[in-house]
């Protein structure tokens, strides 16, 4: 059974920094672009970061930028996403997914849509 595990929410303060962690099964996902998306109670799905097979190339949402930094682990096929500074705004819950294009996680895939493998998600709450 393909699967994506995410690990590391929970509740944490403003200010606090957070390591959240994706673990795969079920398939080799060492080929993958892996990365995170994010859903805020009322609001659309965001893209929050990604990464491509090899780790060398890094992509990260807006919304997020200069807060975040994703990295994996080919020997284990494992992400983590760790983010610091966090505030109330940034309560959601974390998506974990998979694709074998990095572009369907940052939009630009001619005909694209999102990333094939998905997570159940992992809430992370904010208190100011």
């Known amino acids: 059974q393909v699967q994506l595990v995410e690990s590391g929410g929970g509740l944490v303060q403003a200010g606090d920094s957070l390591r959240l962690s994706c673990v795969t099964s079920g398939r080799d996902f060492s080929t993958y672009a892996m990365g995170w998306f994010r859903q805020a109670p009322g609001k659309e799905r965001e893209f929050v970061a990604a990464?491509?097979?090899?780790?060398?190339?890094?992509y990260y949402g807006k919304s997020l930028k200069g807060r975040i930094s994703i990295s994996r682990g080919n020997t284990d096929s494992t992400i983590d996403l760790r983010i610091i500074d966090l505030s109330p705004e940034d309560t959601a819950v974390y998506y974990c997914a998979a694709d074998g294009h990095i572009c369907n996680f940052v939009g630009t895939c001619p005909e694209g849509g999102p990333p094939e493998v998905w997570g159940q998600g992992t809430l992370v709450t904010v208190s100011s």
């Open positions: 990464v491509d097979w090899s780790g060398g190339s890094k």
